[in-house]
């Protein structure tokens, strides 16, 4: 057995059990994603808590970001202390809501292929049924691989059936109608071109075929559209990020409704279908649960809000008395940066004690504006006209006399 049937293996037996028991390949198609819903639901109740609970904090990492947008670095390492503290990993919402692409992979492989994923022929039994449908003037076998060769090999076998007896045990009468349609043909876009419109038993198949993957496409619309319902507005760039996955997916939708056969599109209608009952039970569910949880979260967040004030005010009062302690764990190089901050401070109130005391003395009339003895220290504003200016002229007149008068006599002698 290759990877490729041991991956496709639990699909195919699930598909071909249900085909068993139903006798309708499209009905079983239908159950089939109803088992695979109810095998996920645990998985997508986990991711659909997640993803609300994620939402409803959304004010608060607003506050975050408004606080700590100009430091990015800041901002995450908030962020991811919020997280922590709440215990949400905001990639689980993500992580379960990619799991129903690979089972969509597999099933389109089941549905490609139903001789050898379904049935589990092997290629000679493939081969051997391939040249019995040629020597029947029925298939001709194309130069080049034809990627949906099987669907057009199951639908002839059905037709004869009685042809192929013998061949495996393996070998089922599998018949791909379904309210008229065949799941096996891909939906053409451009049917209304090619059908003829006076027989309904022609166009009425060719239309329901191409209403499939519209209707694919609306259903996963209206599906995102309820499962973000109950969630509350979100941040801006989660915003956008939601208007594109609810762009890209209906279209995603069309798109692969037209290039895959319409058992694929059955199954993603059935999908959305479920998933709408399940966000609506869902969401109502949680929304009871995460009120609760919102109110305990803001009665923490208000009572550690107290208390940061309360022992706020009470460093402030022990730093006023001089009597905080320090902590024995800070590092000796905050001490060391402290004790200079202290005493550059003492420093400071000291040369302002100074010059308030300076400030203080007595002024000869020296000092312009801040500039103390600016007009020297033994200026003296009125020396002109106080008595000892007049005093020292005197003095100072009579010594000249005095000079002149013994310089004469000098000369006499």
């Known amino acids: 057995m290759s990877f490729g049937e041991i991956i496709t293996y639990p699909f195919s037996w699930l598909l071909l059990t249900f ?42 990492m607003k506050d975050l970001e408004k606080k700590y947008g100009d430091n990015k670095a800041k901002y995450q390492q908030e ?109 053409q876009w451009n049917f209304f071109l090619k059908v003829d419109w006076s ?19 609306l259903l996963s619309y209206f599906a995102m559209k309820i499962s973000s319902a109950a969630n509350p507005p979100a941040m801006e760039a989660q915003q956008q990020s939601m208007k594109g996955m609810m762009l890209f997916m209906p279209l995603f939708s069309v798109y692969i409704g037209f290039i895959m056969p319409a058992a694929l599109g059955i199954y993603w209608i059935a999908g959305s279908v479920l998933g709408i009952i399940q966000d609506a039970i869902l969401n109502k569910h949680y929304k009871k649960i995460l009120d ?25 009062k022990l730093r006023e008395i001089g009597a905080t302690e320090r902590n024995k764990n800070t590092s000796k190089k905050k001490l060391q940066a402290a004790e200079r ?19 203080t003395q007595e002024d000869n009339g020296s000092q312009v504006g801040n500039r103390k003895y600016a007009r020297g220290r033994a200026y003296v504003e009125d020396r002109f006209n106080s008595d000892e200016a007049s005093y020292n002229d005197e003095n100072g007149t009579e010594t000249s006399q005095q000079a002149g008068d013994a310089g004469e006599d000098g000369d006499n002698a």
């Open 19 to 60: 085909y068993e028991w139903t006798g309708n390949y499209g009905v079983s198609v239908l159950a089939f994603a109803l088992a695979v819903k109810l095998v996920l639901l645990p998985f997508q109740m986990k991711s659909k808590r997640s993803t609300m609970r994620t939402a409803r904090l959304t004010p608060i």
């Open 79 to 187: 962020v991811a202390k919020f997280y922590k503290e709440e215990k949400i990993n905001p990639m689980s919402g993500c992580l379960w809501s990619i799991i129903p692409f690979p089972i969509l992979i597999a099933l389109y492989s089941v549905i490609r292929q139903p001789l050898t994923r379904l049935m589990r022929l092997t290629a000679e039994q493939v081969t051997a049924i391939t040249e019995r449908l040629a020597n029947l003037d029925l298939y001709t076998i194309p130069e080049k691989a034809n990627a949906y060769s099987e669907i057009t090999l199951a639908n002839l076998v059905h037709e004869n059936y009685h042809a192929f007896q013998g061949i495996s045990d393996r070998l089922i009468d599998l018949d791909f109608s379904f309210l008229g349609m065949n799941l096996g043909q891909r939906p």
């Open 199 to 217: 027989d309904p038993s022609v166009w009425g198949p060719a239309l329901g075929l191409f209403m499939i993957p519209v209707i694919s496409a």
């Open 292 to 316: 609760v949880e919102d109110e305990e979260r803001r009665k923490r967040l208000y009572a550690r809000e107290e208390e940061l004030e309360r022992k706020r005010l009470e460093t402030e």
């Open 341 to 359: 901050a202290q005493q550059e401070e003492r420093l400071a109130a000291e040369k302002a004690r100074q010059r308030a005391q300076s400030d």
